[in-house]
């Protein structure tokens, strides 16, 4: 059997149930494709989110606050919003605090809810600033590295011992 | 354990067996989860993202029951080894395509699979045959409590869970069921039905493919929100829809039966005598014609070949597994002949295959 849009040979026999009666199209699979493509509505929700992220953010901002927010950086894993909304993955757990304000209404976007409700884990489940100071810390003991200021590097290292300590 | 040895077997998701399996294949849940010391993935440094695949290696292997699972370094895995644990479900395609330190820990009966540093620091995967979420939740929340005994999880008093992409923050958990929806498909229904399920707050996505592109009709669904829910509300709510799906798509195959037999025999059997016969075929063609002979298997259009076997074809004729198989590497043209070989001889089992693998 031919395909009824080309020559190529019918692999696709598809059965139309959208009108009166049942109706059989047999197509090759290329054009196959390009019938079963025929989008009803196009949705691209899915692998965007980077700009979904982008254009709720834009939405009641001036360019120049945006301008501004986007060079605001974390400071423990030190990256920009802008970075944020570009990636639309965020750099350290830090980030859902210092970017609270623009990431709650994404949050809500997405989840209709702004409140966690289910398991928590046994330890420190009151949430774990303490260790996200180690992220800092581990940075800037790298800096101090960089710079061989072993002064400071042993300091650091010792204040990343006492939290992991704990 | 080697991939090799993986290669010959069959992951338990693919039995085949459990509820509802003609059409639900398997069930699955995963948790993202970030240790609260070290910054995210996007900003870790090369020394961090080593320093986390250590800690969770080393936590991994310190637990003793966990002693029979496989640890394999992503990174230094060939590219068909990656690609033969992506068509395996056992990894992402982001996570085989990544650089830097990363990993996976796989269970012998590849019931759970760990995978380090991909987007989140480890995600926990937990499959299971036919539907049965219930028994993934448990085993999944008992490894989650296992990891948690020795490391810190990033957490937010009111947000939960701390992930690097906003859309998994709270639980961290998808919750996805996989089905096998031929006459869906051929009754052109599939679209109607993810549109209803998206406004429900529920995703599709088609197996392997992008967006709704499918491979042999089959289709995940899973929650979409992972916060402000509790993770039995969050699985309840796909529980729930599942059965719904299965009652669509038996009216849809009742349909294709009573108004259209001769039709439906007639793709089914023909799909099953291009797979007997093909000297060269593509992977797509064979998914697409393996679909049409497991459903035609399920309604007992064609006797004498088992779900299971169909189940296992749809893996084992995968360009990598057919590598690992064969033990060689093999260029497309001449997958799409092993694949035709692969194809005869385990369709064809009665007749001359006995021959055949002998020779």
């Given at each position: 059997m031919k395909c009824q849009q080309c020559e190529k040979p019918a692999t696709f026999h598809i059965t139309e149930l959208t009108g009166s009666e049942p109706e059989e199209i047999h197509l090759c699979e290329v054009?196959?494709?390009?019938?079963?493509?025929?989008?009803?509505?196009?949705?691209?929700?899915?692998?965007?989110?980077?700009?979904?992220?982008?254009?709720?953010?834009?939405?009641?901002?001036?360019?120049?606050?945006?301008?501004?927010?986007?060079?605001?950086?974390?400071?423990?894993?030190?990256?920009?919003?802008?970075?944020?909304?570009?990636?639309?993955?965020?750099?350290?757990p830090h980030d859902y605090v210092c970017f609270e304000e623009e990431i709650e209404p994404l949050v809500v976007n997405i989840h209709g809810e702004t409140e966690h409700v289910g398991k928590r884990p046994k330890r420190s489940a009151k949430g774990t600033d303490k260790q996200t100071e180690v992220i800092r810390l581990r940075r800037e003991l790298a800096a101090a590295v960089e710079k061989e200021d072993y002064e400071q590097a042993s300091e650091l290292r010792d204040q990343i011992k006492e939290i992991e300590g704990t | 354990m080697r991939l090799e040895q993986l290669a010959s077997k069959c992951g338990e998701w693919l039995r085949g067996s459990g509820p509802e399996s003609d059409i639900v294949i398997s069930s699955r849940i995963r948790l993202a989860r970030n240790l609260a010391e070290y910054p995210f993935i996007r900003k870790c440094s090369i020394a961090d993202q080593e320093a986390v695949e250590k800690a969770l290696r080393a936590c991994v292997e310190s637990v003793s029951s966990w002693s029979g699972l496989t640890y394999f370094d992503v990174n230094a895995l060939e590219e068909v080894d990656r690609q033969f644990l992506v068509e395996r479900q056992l990894i992402s395609r982001e996570h085989a395509d990544a650089e830097g330190a990363r990993a996976v820990a796989i269970d012998p009966e590849e019931k759970f699979s760990l995978m380090i540093n991909e987007e989140d620091h480890?995600?926990?995967?937990?499959?299971?045959?036919?539907?049965?979420?219930?028994?993934?939740?448990?085993?999944?929340?008992?490894?989650?409590?296992?990891?948690?005994?020795?490391?810190?999880?990033?957490?937010?008093?009111?947000?939960?869970?701390?992930?690097?992409?906003?859309?998994?923050?709270?639980?961290?958990?998808?919750?996805?069921v996989m089905l096998h929806l031929p006459a869906?498909?051929?009754?052109?229904?599939?679209?109607?039905?993810?549109?209803?399920?998206?406004?429900?707050?529920?995703?599709?996505?088609?197996?392997?493919?992008?967006?709704?592109?499918?491979?042999?009709?089959?289709?995940?669904?899973?929650?979409?929100?992972?916060?402000?829910?509790?993770?039995?509300?969050?699985?309840?709510?796909?529980?729930?829809?599942?059965?719904?799906?299965?009652?669509?798509?038996?009216?849809?195959?009742?349909?294709?039966?009573?108004?259209?037999?001769?039709?439906?025999?007639?793709?089914?059997?023909?799909?099953?005598?291009?797979?007997?016969?093909?000297?060269t075929i593509s992977s797509e063609e064979t998914m697409?014609?393996?679909?049409?002979?497991?459903?035609?298997?399920?309604?007992?259009?064609?006797?004498?070949?088992?779900?299971?076997?169909?189940?296992?074809?749809?893996?084992?004729?995968?360009?990598?597994h057919l590598q690992k198989l064969r033990g060689i590497e093999l260029d497309t043209a001449d997958r799409n002949i092993e694949r035709a070989h692969y194809l005869q001889r385990h369709l064809n089992r009665d007749q001359d295959s006995q021959e055949f693998e002998k020779n």
């Open positions: 054009c196959a494709q390009t019938y079963l493509a025929q989008p009803e509505e196009a949705d691209e929700v899915s692998g965007s989110l980077a700009n979904m992220l982008a254009e709720q953010i834009k939405i009641g901002q001036t360019a120049e606050d945006l301008q501004r927010l986007d060079q605001r950086a974390c400071p423990i894993c030190g990256i920009t919003f802008y970075e944020f909304r570009h990636v639309g993955r965020l750099g350290c | 480890l995600r926990i995967q937990v499959m299971q045959s036919g539907l049965d979420l219930e028994n993934a939740w448990e085993q999944i929340n008992q490894i989650d409590d296992v990891i948690e005994d020795t490391l810190t999880f990033a957490f937010h008093d009111r947000l939960g869970y701390l992930t690097a992409c906003p859309t998994n923050v709270g639980t961290g958990m998808r919750v996805s869906l498909v051929i009754t052109r229904q599939i679209e109607k039905v993810f549109r209803s399920l998206q406004k429900i707050g529920l995703a599709v996505r088609g197996l392997y493919g992008e967006g709704s592109q499918a491979m042999g009709d089959f289709y995940q669904v899973s929650n979409q929100v992972t916060l402000g829910r509790a993770e039995e509300v969050l699985i309840k709510q796909v529980r729930e829809v599942v059965p719904l799906l299965i009652e669509y798509e038996r009216k849809a195959r009742d349909f294709l039966i009573q108004e259209n037999h001769e039709n439906l025999h007639d793709r089914v059997s023909r799909a099953y005598g291009i797979l007997c016969t093909a000297q697409h014609l393996l679909s049409s002979v497991r459903m035609g298997v399920n309604l007992g259009l064609i006797g004498d070949i088992e779900i299971p076997t169909i189940n296992k074809l749809f893996i084992h004729t995968q360009p990598a």
